[in-house]
Each structure stands twice: as C-alpha cells, then as structure tokens.
Nanobody, 125 residues
Framework: QVQLVESGGGLVQAGDSLRLSCAAS????????MAWFRQAPGKEREFVAA????????RYADSVRGRFAISRDNAKNTVTLQMNSLKPEDTAVYFCAASTTLMIPGWSINEYDYWGQGTQVTVSS
C-alpha cells in the first residue's frame, strides 16, 4: 500500500521555480516530522528540508537555505517544497519522507520510516 505520493517534478531552466507536493495517509502524516531528501545520479541520498509535526519548526540544508521553503497542511495531509532560483546542481530525484517518532525536523535518513517513490527534478543551464 502506497503511503506517500510525490508530485510536481519536471524539467525547468536555471532560475525557474517548481513546487513539489507529497500526499500522505492520515495515520502517517499525523505521526511526526516530514522531510524532503534528494538523490542525484551517482551520489548518496541527501537531506534537503524538514518540518516539525506541528509545522512550527523547519530545517534546511545549507545548499538550499534561502531558496527552498517547506510547509505542511495538516488538514490536507500534504507537505510541500517550494523551490525557487533553481540551479543545475539541484537536479535529482526528490523523495518525501515521514517519521512516526520524530516530532522535530531531523536531517538524518535513519530518522524517517516511510518514503515515497520519488519525483524527478531536472534543471537545465
């Protein structure tokens, strides 16, 4: 059973914006923190952004801080990643992740229990 479903990826030019969304089951979404990770070809999966269970705290990777914004809608069970000023180095598959135990925004892969299938983001120069 699919628990997390990402959408919104695509091909854009450098400087453009994209908005990723992740829809989760109510049980998973209400459990804890949510996050976005990404994985570029030949590289390890890396942390992008996270948000606490109540949405009051966020955390960002240095590489995206000031350009990306994570938010969650607890009424719709969705988490969103607004990506602005995209760069070619942002090209990757983006994954939504959910924690059932962590209430604050964590950066470690090991802190998240459920993962989506990923959505491709390609930024051309």
């Amino acid at each position: 059973q699919v628990q997390l479903v990402e959408s919104g990826g695509g091909l854009v030019q450098a400087g453009d914006s994209l908005r990723l969304s992740c829809a989760a089951s109510r049980r998973i979404f209400s459990s804890g923190a949510m996050a976005w990770f990404r994985q570029a070809p030949g590289k390890e999966r890396e942390f992008v952004a996270a948000i606490s269970r109540n949405g009051g705290r966020t955390r960002y990777a240095d590489s995206v801080r000031g350009r990306f914004a994570i938010s969650r809608d607890n009424a719709k069970n969705t988490v969103t990643l607004q990506m602005n000023s995209l760069k070619p180095e942002d090209t990757a598959v983006y994954f939504c992740a959910a924690s059932t135990t962590l209430m604050i925004p964590g950066w470690s892969i090991n802190e998240y229990d459920y993962w989506g299938q990923g959505t491709q983001v390609t930024v051309s120069s």
